[in-house]
């Protein structure tokens, strides 16, 4: 997960369980600071052959809701090493379309595909290919965000469209999305589809919305889910 992903984690996990609220924006930062590093590895979500989907939130939701301990990092990280093993186990590797001649391309192929695969970003190749129709939630929510195209052209274009993929990545992991609402924040006031700003004559865009931000994302989210 990326930094984004990782406060919407948080700020998911600690509407959940009030413990878990900082007592002031450093130790919001260093609490962030602290997953983001541990968690940098773990995706939001990443497919299954079975259709047994990965997802960080549904991980954090069945731990505040079976343990009546406080979760740490190490409650993400852990399911989410024993979902990567049962993957690559699951996987058959596919013939690489390169020259089979060519052993080191052959071999970096099949490498690059078992990485992606780890990572989340590709779903694995099995005998036999399980598919299923995309969730109405998350279905509704890309469709807000305009046209919809398939994943893999999605990955393909997601350096060129960060912002707009990082929201697809939100919508599709079930995480509360900051740009969906307006940024209370006083200096700033982003509106929807915008990027916080912060600094003063020489505004800057942030690399992660406002916390206050991504609490309204997290009442608006639930809310939602109430109705």
Known sequence: MNRT???ALLAYAVSLDP??????????DERLDQWAELLAAVPATAPHPDGRDWNAAHVVHHHISTSPYRIQPSDVGSPWQAFR?????????????VDPDDGRAYRAALAGTRRAIETGQAAPTTHRELTGPMHKDVADR?????SYMPPS???????????RAERERLATAGLPDPLSVPC?????RARIGHPCRSGGKKRHERVTPHPSRLDV???????????
Not at 153 to 163: D, E, G, N, T
């Open 5 to 7: 992903e990782t406060a």
């Open 19 to 28: 413990r878990l609220a900082p007592e002031d924006q450093v130790a919001a």
């Open 85 to 97: 093993r049962d993957v690559l186990r699951r996987h058959v590797d596919p013939v690489p379309a």
């Open 142 to 146: 890309l469709a807000a965000l305009g």
């Open 153 to 163: 052209v999605a990955a393909q274009l997601a350096p060129m469209r960060r912002r």
């Open 184 to 188: 209370p924040y006083e200096t700033c």
């Open 217 to 227: 994302a997290v009442s608006h989210q639930r809310s939602q889910s109430a109705a």
